[in-house]
Structures are given as structure tokens and as C-alpha cells.
């Protein structure tokens, strides 16, 4: 199986835009999936396929890829975005998740 | 709405085995995938198994091959884990997950604890 690698930790002030990176050999020639987990939840989807997003997620969320990274973008943080964030990606050789990245808000 | 309920979870001694279950409600699970999702205390998620909405595909993550089995009754909308040769590493919260497509994830259970500890 394959690696995606995130950074550690990305820390933002309210209303900045926080930029979180995901990189893996196999990237170009798959589709990224993002997925935000609040403390003690469990999962929830924020980005499919790159750069679409579920109903009800909110716009300030957008996602892009390009060659072997993949960027989920929070423009205008929120308090409320402090999480960690998780790339995601499929393959028949099995589905991995990326590292993980602590978002702190404040 | 989606409800997915895991059970099963407890102390296990390494070596030992477990099965997990997951009850599932608000879709018709015989026409989707699902998924195992595991996160050790402190950790990231990881991914452990997927298998087809009939039971015909079955994929594994490399860490749990040939000890974990995945399976599903779908007259009884369960889906099941079962944790053979376990060891401390196993030790996590284990995620019963939908699968919208693709093996992509749309739906998460709050997680079944075990850990595996002599």
C-alpha cells in the first residue's frame, strides 16, 4: 500500500485561511477525499473527489489537487474548524488515510 | 436517518480473539460497501477493511491480513469483524462505516473500544 504524509499541526487566527497540505507518490492518479474530526466524534466529509463538497458543508471549505499533493483550504477559519483533518484515498490494493493534521484555531 | 451501532468491544489477552458487530439502520444496507475504521488512543485513523454490499470482495489493510475476517448478514442489516491472534497494537477504537461508493466513506459509527492487554 501506499503513504500520504500531512504536517503535524497547522495553527491559524480566526478569520485567517489555513492551508493543509497532503502529499503521496500516488496522488495524481487518484482522487482525495478530506475528512475533519472534532474531539471525541467521530468523522465527518468535508471534501470529495479533490475539491467538491457535501451539502451542508460550509463554502469557507474548498479542496484542489495537483501532481503528487493535494491542499484542503479553510478560508476565514472558525472557531469552531479546530479539529483534526485527515486526507483520504482509495486503491484495490487498499484505502489509506493520510497522517492527520491538528488545526488550532485561536 | 443513517444509524450504525458497534458492540463487541472489551479486554482482550494477546492472542486472543474478538468479534465485532455492527447494526445498522436508516438505509438499505444490502446495496452498499462497508467499512472497519480503527484509531489507537491518541492516534490517526486508520483503515482496516472494506467489503462489497453482497460479501463477494473483501479487501484488508497489510497490519490485519490474515488474522482479521470481515463479513456481513444482511437479512439481519450486521455488519462483523472478526479479531483473531490479536496484540497490543490492535488496541484501538474500531469505526463501523457506510461506504457511499467507490470506497469512499459517508457515514461513521461512535466506535467499539478493545483493547488487547495481558
Known amino acids: 500500500s501506499y503513504e500520504m504524509t500531512q504536517p503535524p499541526s497547522v495553527s491559524v487566527s480566526p478569520g485567517q485561511t489555513a492551508r493543509i497540505t497532503c502529499s503521496g507518490d500516488?496522488?495524481?492518479?487518484?482522487?482525495v477525499y478530506w475528512y475533519q474530526q472534532k474531539s471525541g466524534q467521530a468523522p465527518v466529509l468535508v471534501i470529495y473527489?479533490?475539491?467538491k463538497r457535501p451539502s451542508g458543508i460550509p463554502e469557507r471549505f474548498s479542496g484542489s489537487s495537483s501532481g503528487t499533493m493535494a491542499t484542503l483550504t479553510i478560508s476565514g477559519a472558525h472557531v469552531e474548524d479546530e479539529a483534526d483533518y485527515y486526507c483520504?484515498?482509495?486503491?484495490?490494493?487498499?484505502?489509506?488515510f493520510g497522517t492527520g493534521t491538528k488545526v488550532t484555531v485561536l | 436517518q443513517v444509524q450504525l451501532v458497534e458492540s463487541g468491544g472489551g479486554v482482550v489477552q494477546p492472542g486472543r480473539s474478538l468479534r465485532l458487530s455492527c447494526a445498522a439502520s436508516?438505509?438499505?444496507?444490502?446495496?452498499?460497501?462497508m467499512h472497519w475504521v480503527r484509531q489507537a488512543p491518541g492516534k490517526g485513523l486508520e483503515w482496516v477493511a472494506l467489503?462489497?454490499?453482497?460479501?463477494?470482495?473483501?479487501y484488508y489493510a497489510d497490519s490485519v491480513k490474515g488474522r482479521f475476517t470481515i463479513s456481513r448478514d444482511n437479512s439481519k442489516n450486521t455488519l462483523f469483524l472478526q479479531m483473531n491472534s490479536l496484540r497490543a497494537e490492535d488496541t484501538a477504537l474500531y469505526y463501523c462505516?457506510?461506504?457511499?461508493?467507490?470506497?469512499?466513506?459517508?457515514?461513521w459509527g461512535q466506535g467499539t473500544l478493545v483493547t488487547v492487554s495481558s
Open positions: 462505516a457506510k461506504d457511499v461508493g467507490y470506497g469512499v466513506i459517508d457515514y
Open positions: 436508516g438505509f438499505t444496507f444490502s446495496t452498499y460497501g
Open positions: 467489503i462489497s454490499y453482497d460479501g463477494s470482495k473483501k
Open positions: 500516488a496522488l495524481p492518479k487518484k482522487y
Open positions: 473527489e479533490d475539491s
Open positions: 483520504y484515498s482509495t486503491d484495490t490494493s487498499g484505502n489509506v
